[in-house]
């Protein structure tokens, strides 16, 4: 999912400025498609949400292959599949988005607001930064695996506070993840990066809100 490729030369400064605006538009329209996915899927059963995570996850390995042409065709196509990832991803959040916004509604806005400052504080430090912040971006891949494993282990075995120390690591981790990618943001090859790029930083954002809201909701899931 997360992309641990070489540094290319410097893009000028206009082309990073081009890119850049081009993956946050990317990344706005993945999310407007999250929230319309979370709409239309507010009433799913668990099953179909499962069937919806897997479309989702389904798109991005297809992306990860996609936009490796350079072609203007496979760019459109790998925005189609991030249009795919944000729809798929929502319709599979819908029902637990909907359960929060009906029993804490104010849990939901608190974490979408605590989303947006937390993406724009590491998005901006690691954007900024001349140090390269590859290691850092290996060594949150790892702790993202170790985390998914703590929270398998969570499923079996009931640990006081284990929730919010989860959720707590995550947005640890995600910090790392945010920086990592959006110094690659400014230092890809060029625009054909932009969807996987839009797709990274999106995950990146969506983890962090799934984070607070269950640090807001009370860890209710």
Excluded: H
Aim: glycine share 14%.
């Amino acid at each position: 999912m997360y992309q641990q490729a070489g540094y290319a030369p410097s893009l000028t400064r206009d082309q990073t400025a081009t890119l850049f605006g081009q993956v946050m538009w990317l990344v706005a329209v993945a999310a407007g498609f999250f929230a319309l996915g979370c709409y239309a899927g507010r009433n799913l059963s668990p099953g179909w949400s499962i069937v919806w995570f897997i479309a989702g996850f389904g798109c991005l390995i297809a992306m990860n292959f996609t936009v490796r042409r350079a072609a203007d065709g496979a760019g459109r196509a790998g925005i189609g599949l991030l249009v795919g990832v944000g729809l798929f991803l929502g319709l599979a959040m819908g029902p637990a988005v909907a359960y929060y916004s009906s029993t804490s509604p104010q849990a939901v806005w608190q974490a979408a607001g605590a989303t947006a400052l937390f993406m724009a504080g590491f998005g901006a430090a690691g954007y900024a930064t001349r140090k390269d912040l590859s290691a850092l971006g290996r060594i949150s891949f790892f702790a993202l695996i170790a985390l998914i494993l703590f929270g398998i282990v969570l499923i079996f075995v009931q640990i006081p506070g284990a929730e919010l120390l989860y959720s707590i690591l995550g947005l640890v981790i995600f910090a790392g993840l945010t920086m990592f990618d959006f110094q690659r943001l400014r230092q890809s090859r060029g625009i054909t990066s932009a969807p996987l790029l839009a797709a990274s930083i999106f995950l990146d954002a969506l983890n962090v809100f799934l984070f607070f809201l269950r640090i807001f909701g009370g860890g209710r899931d």
